[in-house]
């Protein structure tokens, strides 16, 4: 019998949006955005981020004044309560997508043992 995995995938991305984490980070998320400053400063520190990772992965080098401006962004972020409750929803939700992958590659995992 052929299994399509992607049917069990699918199932879980629908799973997943039922979760207590999914739930409180999505929570999290829609009392972030009511506050407009933590919310613009947040798309901010994401768009620092996106750009300084696309940067590594060019293998270009990233100024200190840039590596600043990051470091700077990333405290204002951090002293938002609603940022930091956000980002604490997101480490929750990150462990459980964590947990999920290691059962996922347990069979990959188990076949380089042997």
Request: charged fraction near 30%.
């Amino acid at each position: 019998m052929a299994v399509n995995i992607y049917d069990t995938a699918n199932q879980m991305e629908s799973d997943l949006r039922q979760t207590t984490e999914y739930l409180d980070l999505a929570k999290a998320f829609e009392d972030m955005k009511k506050d407009p400053k933590a919310y613009d400063l947040f798309k901010e520190f994401q768009e620092i981020q996106a750009n300084l990772q696309q940067k590594q992965m060019n293998g270009e080098d990233l100024s200190d004044s840039e590596m600043d401006h990051a470091r700077e962004v990333a405290n204002k972020v951090g002293d938002i309560e609603v940022v930091k409750t956000l980002m604490d929803k997101e480490r929750s939700l990150n462990q459980l997508l964590n947990d999920v992958n290691q059962i996922i590659t347990k069979p990959v995992q188990e076949l380089y043992r042997n």
